[in-house]
């Protein structure tokens, strides 16, 4: 099926005015120059690009001999360089021979979200009653990989921000709990975290070691 280019342009700014000014909505085009991808963007405010500019490191990052070598990333987070946190979601557009020659790339803007969560938590004392709360029961699940994904999702309500944009100290915090639970017992473990916490293997196991220092630290004090 080709691709109708003005039906396609015509429900972005749809979908955009659906969600509202927080949301961008940005179609590459990756026929031509890689420094030019963008070739139409509707809330351009929100990452401060423009019709005309380049793509994002992540497509860079992927591109394996003049080819984009990736899936669909339904959902990831990740930040603007004026701090702005965006929830994402990026579709290729594949010819067919299904060669990707373009992409419709949603990042919201969910900064405003976060600060609500922190004055909430504040409000509620939330900081200061968070040790005192009930432990966590018993986590039934059918298969390990489903009690690590829990783990995951529990490290970052514990930071209170996603993994993809946590900084070092708070990537540490969060490996520091999933230490505790036992997380690191499960099998393959390591490999999950590294792509979760976007790290490498050996970075992994030198936060481990960091952190179990520490604790070995204060315990002798």
Not at 120 to 148: A, M, R
């Amino acid at each position: 099926m080709e691709i109708n280019m003005d039906f396609l342009k015509r429900f972005l700014n749809h979908i955009a005015t659906l969600f509202g000014e927080g949301c961008e909505i940005v179609l590459h085009d990756f026929t031509g120059d890689y420094d030019s991808t963008i070739v139409h963007i509707v809330n351009g405010q929100v990452s401060g690009r423009k019709i005309g500019d380049c793509p994002s490191s992540f497509f860079f990052e992927h591109l394996v001999n003049g080819e984009i070598q990736m899936d669909d990333k339904p959902v990831y987070f990740n930040t603007t360089q004026k701090g702005k946190m965006l929830k994402s979601s990026t579709t290729f557009l594949r010819d067919k021979n299904n060669k990707i020659v373009g992409s419709v790339c949603i990042n919201f803007d969910v900064t405003s979200f976060f600060s609500a969560q922190s004055m909430l938590d504040s409000f509620l004392n939330y900081g200061e009653q968070k040790n005192n709360s009930p432990q966590e029961g018993e986590i039934l699940v059918s298969n390990v990989n489903e009690l690590l994904e829990y783990y995951l999702i529990q490290c970052e309500k514990e930071i209170g921000k996603p993994a993809a944009v946590m900084q070092k100290e708070e990537k540490m915090k969060a490996l520091e709990y999933l230490d505790k639970k036992g997380a690191l017992q499960i099998s393959k473990a390591s490999i999950r975290l590294c792509q979760f916490f976007q790290i490498s293997k050996f970075t992994l196991y030198h936060y481990l070691d960091e952190i179990r220092e520490r604790q070995k630290g204060e315990t002798e004090k």
